[in-house]
Protein backbone atom coordinates (compact mmCIF):
# COMPACT_ATOMS: atom_id res chain seq x y z
CA UNK A 1 0.00 0.00 0.00
CA UNK A 2 2.82 2.21 0.69
CA UNK A 3 4.77 1.69 -2.37
CA UNK A 4 1.39 2.01 -4.86
CA UNK A 5 1.11 5.67 -2.27
CA UNK A 6 4.50 6.61 -2.65
CA UNK A 7 4.04 5.91 -6.76
CA UNK A 8 0.93 7.80 -7.54
CA UNK A 9 2.53 10.71 -5.51
CA UNK A 10 5.60 10.61 -7.76
CA UNK A 11 3.23 10.25 -10.66
CA UNK A 12 1.61 13.63 -9.71
CA UNK A 13 4.78 15.80 -8.63
CA UNK A 14 5.73 14.47 -12.36
CA UNK A 15 3.26 15.57 -14.21
CA UNK A 16 3.94 18.99 -14.38
CA UNK A 17 7.40 18.62 -15.43
CA UNK A 18 6.06 16.47 -18.26
CA UNK A 19 3.63 19.27 -19.36
CA UNK A 20 6.47 21.45 -19.57
CA UNK A 21 8.66 19.24 -21.05
CA UNK A 22 5.58 18.84 -24.12
CA UNK A 23 6.52 21.99 -25.78
CA UNK A 24 3.97 22.76 -28.91
CA UNK A 25 5.39 23.32 -32.32
CA UNK A 26 4.20 27.13 -32.89
CA UNK A 27 5.71 27.40 -29.39
CA UNK A 28 9.15 26.51 -29.75
CA UNK A 29 8.82 28.60 -33.55
CA UNK A 30 7.67 31.83 -31.24
CA UNK A 31 10.85 31.30 -29.23
CA UNK A 32 13.30 30.52 -32.32
CA UNK A 33 11.70 34.10 -33.45
CA UNK A 34 12.64 35.48 -30.79
CA UNK A 35 16.45 34.11 -30.29
CA UNK A 36 16.82 35.45 -34.23
CA UNK A 37 15.91 38.62 -33.57
CA UNK A 38 17.22 39.55 -30.02
CA UNK A 39 20.48 38.01 -30.93
CA UNK A 40 21.67 39.99 -33.97
CA UNK A 41 25.18 39.74 -35.64
CA UNK A 42 25.15 43.62 -33.47
CA UNK A 43 24.17 42.35 -30.58
CA UNK A 44 26.26 39.41 -30.19
CA UNK A 45 29.04 41.50 -31.61
CA UNK A 46 29.10 43.90 -29.26
CA UNK A 47 28.40 41.54 -26.43
CA UNK A 48 31.42 39.64 -26.90
CA UNK A 49 33.63 42.74 -27.35
CA UNK A 50 32.39 43.97 -24.26
CA UNK A 51 33.13 40.81 -22.19
CA UNK A 52 36.67 40.37 -24.24
CA UNK A 53 37.68 43.74 -23.02
CA UNK A 54 36.09 43.02 -19.56
CA UNK A 55 38.78 39.86 -19.67
CA UNK A 56 41.49 42.20 -20.58
CA UNK A 57 41.31 44.59 -17.99
CA UNK A 58 40.97 41.61 -15.51
CA UNK A 59 44.05 39.71 -17.22
CA UNK A 60 45.48 43.14 -17.04
CA UNK A 61 44.79 43.98 -13.58
CA UNK A 62 46.31 40.37 -12.13
CA UNK A 63 49.38 41.41 -13.87
CA UNK A 64 49.63 44.84 -12.73
CA UNK A 65 51.46 44.47 -9.49
CA UNK A 66 54.41 42.42 -11.55
CA UNK A 67 54.75 45.80 -13.70
CA UNK A 68 53.64 43.87 -16.84
CA UNK A 69 50.17 43.88 -18.56
CA UNK A 70 49.26 42.88 -22.52
CA UNK A 71 50.55 45.10 -24.78
CA UNK A 72 48.13 46.68 -27.60
CA UNK A 73 48.35 43.82 -30.01
CA UNK A 74 47.55 40.90 -27.51
CA UNK A 75 44.87 42.33 -26.33
CA UNK A 76 43.60 42.96 -29.68
CA UNK A 77 44.12 39.71 -30.74
CA UNK A 78 42.18 38.09 -27.32
CA UNK A 79 39.49 40.36 -28.18
CA UNK A 80 39.20 39.34 -31.84
CA UNK A 81 39.26 35.03 -30.88
CA UNK A 82 37.17 35.86 -28.42
CA UNK A 83 34.44 38.00 -29.94
CA UNK A 84 35.05 35.31 -32.75
CA UNK A 85 34.63 31.87 -30.38
CA UNK A 86 31.65 33.53 -28.25
CA UNK A 87 29.58 34.35 -31.64
CA UNK A 88 29.41 31.07 -32.67
CA UNK A 89 29.21 29.44 -29.15
CA UNK A 90 25.99 31.56 -28.75
CA UNK A 91 24.80 30.69 -32.40
CA UNK A 92 25.34 27.09 -31.40
CA UNK A 93 23.21 27.26 -28.22
CA UNK A 94 20.05 28.58 -29.98
CA UNK A 95 18.13 24.91 -29.47
CA UNK A 96 19.29 25.46 -25.79
CA UNK A 97 18.26 28.72 -25.35
CA UNK A 98 14.95 28.91 -27.34
CA UNK A 99 13.88 25.71 -25.58
CA UNK A 100 14.63 28.25 -22.21
CA UNK A 101 12.59 30.91 -23.60
CA UNK A 102 9.74 28.21 -24.83
CA UNK A 103 9.34 27.27 -21.01
CA UNK A 104 9.67 29.89 -18.89
CA UNK A 105 7.54 32.41 -21.29
CA UNK A 106 4.37 32.29 -22.53
CA UNK A 107 2.93 32.56 -25.62
CA UNK A 108 1.81 36.48 -25.05
CA UNK A 109 5.11 36.86 -23.53
CA UNK A 110 6.89 35.55 -26.84
CA UNK A 111 4.60 37.31 -29.13
CA UNK A 112 5.18 40.81 -26.78
CA UNK A 113 9.00 40.45 -27.61
CA UNK A 114 8.69 39.53 -31.00
CA UNK A 115 6.84 43.00 -31.21
CA UNK A 116 9.35 44.63 -29.33
CA UNK A 117 12.12 43.43 -31.29
CA UNK A 118 10.26 44.24 -34.72
CA UNK A 119 10.54 47.69 -33.62
CA UNK A 120 13.70 49.55 -34.71
CA UNK A 121 13.43 51.69 -31.63
CA UNK A 122 12.47 48.94 -29.12
CA UNK A 123 14.89 46.87 -30.61
CA UNK A 124 17.28 50.09 -30.09
CA UNK A 125 16.62 49.95 -26.25
CA UNK A 126 17.18 46.03 -25.76
CA UNK A 127 20.37 46.26 -27.25
CA UNK A 128 21.90 49.30 -25.40
CA UNK A 129 20.40 47.91 -22.00
CA UNK A 130 23.19 45.53 -21.20
CA UNK A 131 25.53 48.67 -21.21
CA UNK A 132 22.76 50.59 -19.34
CA UNK A 133 23.09 47.85 -16.90
CA UNK A 134 27.32 47.59 -17.37
CA UNK A 135 27.40 51.10 -15.86
CA UNK A 136 24.64 50.68 -13.39
CA UNK A 137 26.48 47.41 -11.67
CA UNK A 138 29.33 49.97 -10.09
CA UNK A 139 26.61 52.10 -8.68
CA UNK A 140 24.63 49.52 -7.16
CA UNK A 141 27.71 47.88 -6.26
CA UNK A 142 29.26 50.65 -4.51
CA UNK A 143 26.19 51.39 -2.10
CA UNK A 144 25.72 47.84 -0.95
CA UNK A 145 28.38 47.20 1.96
CA UNK A 146 26.74 50.74 3.50
CA UNK A 147 23.41 49.11 3.08
CA UNK A 148 24.53 45.94 4.66
CA UNK A 149 26.37 47.56 7.48
CA UNK A 150 22.71 49.29 8.28
CA UNK A 151 20.84 45.97 7.72
CA UNK A 152 23.24 44.64 10.42
CA UNK A 153 23.71 47.45 12.39
CA UNK A 154 19.62 47.78 12.43
CA UNK A 155 19.22 43.74 13.00
CA UNK A 156 21.30 44.21 16.46
CA UNK A 157 19.69 47.19 17.81
CA UNK A 158 16.33 44.78 17.36
CA UNK A 159 18.11 42.21 19.34
CA UNK A 160 18.27 39.78 15.88
CA UNK A 161 21.57 39.19 16.15
CA UNK A 162 22.51 38.96 19.71
CA UNK A 163 22.92 35.13 19.89
CA UNK A 164 26.12 35.54 17.20
Known sequence: MRFALLTCLGLILAIPALAEDALSPEKVVKAQTVFRLAMTEETLGDMSVRTAQAIVNEINASLAPNGQSLSTDQANALIARFSSAFVAEMKAMEPQVVTVYAKNLSD??????IEM??????AAIMTKL???MEEMM???QSSVPRLVQTVVDSMWADGLLSNL
Open 138 to 140: PLI
Open 130 to 132: PRV
Open 108 to 113: RELDLM
Open 117 to 122: YSNPEM
